[in-house]
């Protein structure tokens, strides 16, 4: 600090920095190499990157300023207005020379009065600072060699086994090789950059999806935290300002850490199978057929194998709703809800369209729920142009103006508010393995050419069961009806709710068979 900076009178200042764009960075690449090392990338920067800045510009010990932290977001309230100062000039530079490609605003308030008020003002001021254009410099000439990719300028210090590479894409492969895993760590313990585990985390696309398998991206945020954010920082103002920090501190790591937990139940699961595998099968190279991309606060994105993805996203969401009640109820979020989305696809599916649509699922679910129930939507996409869910749902799942083939979003949990149970939608689909799939599959074709044919394929289908030879098949009639009813809440043997729009499970019931593993012995 400058002789002139020590002579002004030095107030407290909060800083506030969010990256943008997170998710679109990190899936701005179809290569799972680059995908993880940008996460990597995006973890590290609030964490290491962050902690080394400050200790630089004279903080001893950032946990003590820090007051919270995630993927690329963090909240500080620096002692003296310079240090502040000299921290937002400095900042945008290094995560440029960090993560290039990523762009991050910041937002500083000086700390007049209640620093939780300051908190609502840099928060309140951040939006426009991400209306700020970002420039890229230094600004590529026109005969600049560009990465055949990315498009963007080249630089010999990254070069690969393709050519050189662009400095974003350079860093975010150099980050994926380097062995640390940070998000893994941070959700599964040391033991996930141990040595002897850290190979087998899948670093291709093939190591999660083989020729039997596709791949699913999950995403999921909580219902109105950001609500109950701001109601908190309003009632803590009644508090000293460190009893007041200490419990918004409390609470954000209240917050991050159910998270941490739910999905690391969630994976426990699966990595237990693994394990089973690699030991029946004697291949000690066996990959973790899933990888964690985000995992910040209350949302979360992972790409997973895809016949594991229903399994884990159900975990996962029953999981964050019960521990953050349960962790953080006092502070308001005893009925905290989450919603997420699933969207299924092939392993040379677009990351980028498939992320975008998973999130634009995730908000419309947000909202079909009223942001009361913790649900989840999901669709298996095999165009290449998804675009937006409400796209996708005119182009593939609209009959008309009064039939859907589809029943999303499904509640995690009982049914409730007319809205379908994911429980009662996996039990029709376990029913499914144990009929012919051609005339089911046919019902469901015969409804794009006419709802009335639909019908009448769907009473045919019942007749045949019930006149079948085969007495598992024919036994198997009235627990057909009985699944439909209970997703449907129609007591007539149809296949349409009894309210319009008239909706259906029986394509999503053989979706999601088409991406599961059998029941069956």
């Given at each position: 600090?400058?002789?002139?900076?020590?002579?002004?009178?030095?107030?407290?200042?909060?800083?506030?920095?969010?990256?943008?764009?997170?998710?679109?960075?990190?899936?701005?690449?179809?290569?799972?190499?680059?995908?993880?090392?940008?996460?990597?990338?995006?973890?590290?920067?609030?964490?290491?990157?962050?902690?080394?800045?400050?200790?630089?510009?004279?903080?001893?010990?950032?946990?003590?300023?820090?007051?919270?932290?995630?993927?690329?977001?963090?909240?500080?309230?620096?002692?003296?207005?310079?240090?502040?100062?000299?921290?937002?000039?400095?900042?945008?530079?290094?995560?440029?020379?960090?993560?290039?490609?990523?762009?991050?605003?910041?937002?500083?308030?000086?700390?007049?009065?209640?620093?939780?008020?300051?908190?609502?003002?840099?928060?309140?001021?951040?939006?426009?600072?991400?209306?700020?254009?970002?420039?890229?410099?230094?600004?590529?000439?026109?005969?600049?060699?560009?990465?055949?990719?990315?498009?963007r300028?080249?630089?010999?210090?990254?070069?690969?086994?393709?050519g050189?590479?662009?400095?974003?894409?350079?860093?975010?492969?150099?980050?994926?090789?380097?062995?640390?895993?940070r998000?893994?760590?941070?959700?599964?313990?040391?033991?996930?950059?141990?040595?002897?585990?850290?190979?087998?985390?899948?670093?291709e696309?093939?190591?999660?999806?083989?020729?039997?398998?596709?791949?699913?991206?999950?995403?999921?945020?909580?219902?109105?935290?950001?609500?109950?954010?701001?109601?908190?920082?309003?009632?803590?103002?009644?508090?000293?300002?460190?009893?007041?920090?200490?419990?918004?501190?409390?609470?954000?790591?209240?917050?991050?850490?159910?998270?941490?937990?739910?999905?690391?139940?969630?994976?426990?699961?699966?990595?237990?199978?693994?394990?089973?595998?690699?030991?029946?099968?004697?291949?000690?190279?066996?990959?973790?057929?899933?990888?964690?991309?985000?995992?910040?606060?209350?949302?979360?994105?992972?790409?997973?194998?895809?016949?594991?993805?229903?399994?884990?996203?159900?975990?996962?969401?029953?999981?964050?709703?019960?521990?953050?009640?349960?962790?953080?109820?006092?502070?308001?979020?005893?009925?905290?809800?989450a919603?997420?989305?699933?969207?299924?696809?092939?392993?040379?599916?677009?990351?980028?369209?498939?992320?975008?649509?998973?999130?634009?699922?995730?908000?419309?679910?947000k909202?079909?729920?009223?942001?009361?129930?913790?649900?989840l939507?999901?669709?298996?996409?095999?165009?290449?142009?998804?675009?937006?869910?409400s796209?996708?749902?005119?182009?593939?799942?609209?009959?008309?103006?009064?039939?859907?083939?589809?029943?999303?979003?499904?509640?995690?949990g009982?049914?409730?508010d007319?809205?379908?149970?994911?429980?009662?939608?996996?039990?029709?689909?376990?029913?499914?393995?144990?009929?012919?799939?051609?005339?089911?599959?046919?019902?469901?074709?015969?409804?794009?050419?006419?709802v009335?044919?639909?019908?009448t394929?769907?009473?045919?289908?019942?007749?045949?069961?019930?006149?079948?030879?085969?007495?598992r098949?024919?036994?198997?009639?009235?627990?057909?009806?009985?699944?439909?009813r209970?997703?449907?809440?129609?007591?007539?043997?149809?296949l349409?709710?009894?309210?319009?729009?008239?909706?259906?499970?029986?394509?999503?019931?053989?979706?999601?068979?088409?991406?599961?593993?059998?029941?069956?012995?």
């Open positions: 600090m400058s002789a002139s900076d020590q002579a002004k009178p030095q107030c407290p200042c909060l800083v506030v920095f969010a990256a943008q764009g997170i998710q679109t960075y990190i899936l701005r690449s179809d290569k799972l190499r680059e995908i993880v090392g940008a996460s990597e990338l995006v973890e590290s920067m609030a964490s290491e990157l962050l902690d080394d800045t400050l200790r630089q510009i004279g903080i001893a010990d950032p946990n003590a300023i820090v007051l919270s932290r995630a993927a690329g977001t963090a909240r500080i309230l620096f002692p003296l207005e310079a240090q502040a100062c000299r921290f937002a000039l400095i900042w945008p530079l290094l995560v440029a020379r960090h993560a290039p490609g990523l762009t991050v605003s910041v937002a500083m308030v000086p700390v007049k009065g209640h620093p939780l008020a300051a908190i609502i003002a840099a928060d309140d001021l951040l939006p426009l600072r991400r209306a700020y254009a970002a420039v890229d410099l230094p600004e590529a000439g026109p005969f600049t060699e560009r990465h055949s990719r990315s498009g300028p080249v630089a010999d210090e990254w070069k690969g086994e393709d050189p590479a662009d400095h974003e894409t350079g860093r975010k492969r150099d980050s994926s090789e380097s062995g640390r895993y998000l893994l760590g941070k959700i599964l313990g040391p033991e996930a950059s141990a040595t002897e585990v850290w190979r087998l985390w899948p670093l696309m093939e190591d999660i999806a083989d020729e039997h398998n596709g791949l699913a991206i999950f995403h999921a945020d909580g219902n109105g935290l950001g609500k109950s954010v701001i109601a908190l920082l309003h009632a803590l103002q009644d508090k000293p300002a460190d009893e007041a920090l200490e419990h918004y501190r409390d609470f954000c790591r209240g917050v991050e850490e159910s998270t941490v937990e739910a999905l690391k139940c969630a994976l426990d699961e699966i990595m237990a199978e693994t394990r089973q595998r690699r030991e029946s099968t004697k291949n000690s190279q066996l990959k973790f057929p899933f990888r964690p991309l985000v995992c910040a606060g209350d949302d979360v994105t992972v790409i997973l194998r895809d016949k594991d993805a229903m399994p884990f996203a159900e975990t996962f969401l029953a999981a964050i709703q019960t521990k953050v009640r349960h962790r953080l109820s006092a502070q308001g979020l005893d009925q905290f809800t919603c997420g989305a699933l969207v299924y696809m092939r392993p040379k599916f677009p990351f980028a369209d498939a992320y975008s649509l998973s999130e634009s699922m995730c908000n419309e679910t909202r079909a729920v009223d942001r009361k129930h913790t649900a939507s999901f669709v298996r996409v095999a165009s290449s142009l998804p675009g937006e869910y796209d996708f749902i005119e182009r593939e799942r609209k009959l008309d103006e009064n039939h859907l083939l589809t029943m999303n979003p499904y509640l995690v009982t049914a409730a007319g809205h379908p149970s994911l429980k009662d939608l996996r039990d029709l689909e376990k029913l499914t393995w144990k009929l012919p799939r051609g005339a089911l599959r046919e019902t469901v074709a015969s409804a794009y050419r006419s009335a044919e639909a019908d394929g769907f009473n045919r289908f019942l007749q045949v069961l019930e006149s079948s030879d085969k007495s098949q024919h036994a198997l009639k009235p627990d057909i009806l009985a699944a439909f209970k997703l449907t809440g129609n007591p007539a043997d149809s349409w709710t009894a309210k319009s729009p008239h909706r259906t499970p029986l394509y999503d019931a053989l979706e999601l068979k088409a991406v599961s593993a059998s029941p069956l012995p």
